[in-house]
């Protein structure tokens, strides 16, 4: 007869059935001991941190996930990485201040993952998050501001769950994390099915900036185009959209703001206001006024780009910048809604 099972140990094989990890838990969820793989090669990850103790729990929580540990070194092996070495599956770079040579290396990397369907996470400070979010524009990169441990863990997961790794057990900690991830992500797709009245993103991309309706609206034909925006009713007076965001945020100061936080609504009125004033909005700017921490607007702002309500602009002078805008789509939706609410709006929050 076989071992009694040990506590917290659980399995995980893949959906083929060949790959089985077994691993020994402790009663924190720590060092979860071994993993065995019996026929196919694990998901491997490689690290880039110059902060050593950062590297380390990078390192503790990819082997606790199952990861086989391909590299782990500091930022300067970044810019060695595009000359032919493996990455793995999926890569983790932190960079909380980043100079020009890590940007173009950045961009490379991400190119990189595109091109090998390679999963990138991404850390950094809310300082240099337009420069970053500037240059990942091809992979669909996780981007993480400030993260804490439990942020870093639930990005890991949404990687597991992206490449189909299933496990029957789970230690209480990385329950906690993965149930953390499921409630926002639910939260989210809830919120935006309220939002989005297509059943698939917007197929159209016309520019960001073309505020006089002629641009292409993809399946319509030329007429249905000029009916359909003439038909459009204009965008508020971004003056009373700005009063309505003071007005959410005034709330704040006699309330918890968790206690009214609507991240989307919050950043479709910052968006249509700076639509009807022709100005840009940078993510780092759009994640402030989400009044959620920055990398919750990120997720935010990923799925509602993937709902076809925003799109991401790159800058014509700079194409290390880029900026979020609304979609045609969503800006019609605005539009109309305001117009339906019509003197009533005065007095939105």
Aim: glycine share 8%; net charge negative.
């Amino acid at each position: 007869m076989g071992q009694p099972a040990r506590p917290f140990d659980y399995v995980a094989a893949d959906p083929s059935g060949h790959k089985v990890v077994e691993v020994q838990g402790q009663s924190r969820g720590q060092n979860w001991g071994r993993v065995q793989d019996r026929g196919t090669s694990l998901l491997t990850v490689s690290i880039f941190a110059d902060r050593s103790y950062l590297r380390a729990e990078l390192e503790e929580d990819a082997a606790a996930a199952g990861l086989r540990i391909a590299q782990n070194s500091d930022l300067g092996s970044l810019l060695e990485a595009d000359s032919g070495l493996a990455l793995g599956d999926l890569v983790l770079v932190d960079c909380p201040v980043i100079d020009g040579a890590e940007l173009a290396a950045l961009a490379r990397l991400d190119l990189r993952a595109a091109k090998s369907g390679a999963q990138l996470v991404v850390s950094t400070s809310i300082g240099s998050l337009d420069d970053v979010f500037g240059c990942l524009d091809q992979s669909a990169a996780q981007i993480l501001v400030s993260p804490s441990r439990a942020d870093r863990v639930i990005a890991l997961g949404r990687t597991l769950a992206r490449a189909g790794k299933r496990v029957r057990e789970l230690s209480g900690e990385d329950r906690l994390a993965l149930l953390r991830l499921t409630e926002q992500v639910g939260d989210i797709a809830q919120k935006l099915e309220l939002l989005s009245f297509t059943s698939g993103p917007a197929t159209a991309k016309p520019s960001a900036f073309r505020f006089d309706g002629t641009g292409d609206e993809g399946q319509l034909d030329d007429a249905n185009a000029r009916f359909v925006r003439a038909a459009r009713p204009p965008l508020p007076d971004p003056r009373l959209v700005r009063r309505i965001i003071r007005q959410r945020q005034l709330r704040a100061r006699f309330f918890e703001g968790d206690l009214f936080a609507d991240p989307a609504w919050d950043m479709l009125l910052d968006l249509t206001a700076a639509r009807a004033e022709h100005v840009r909005v940078s993510v780092t700017s759009l994640c402030i006024a989400s009044g959620v921490p920055p990398t919750t607007a990120l997720r935010w702002i990923a799925q509602m780009t993937d709902a076809g309500l925003l799109q991401r602009v790159d800058d014509e002078t700079d194409r290390r910048r880029a900026f979020i805008t609304l979609t045609e789509k969503a800006s019609d939706d605005i539009a109309r809604y305001f117009a339906e609410l019509g003197a009533g709006s005065a007095t939105l929050v």
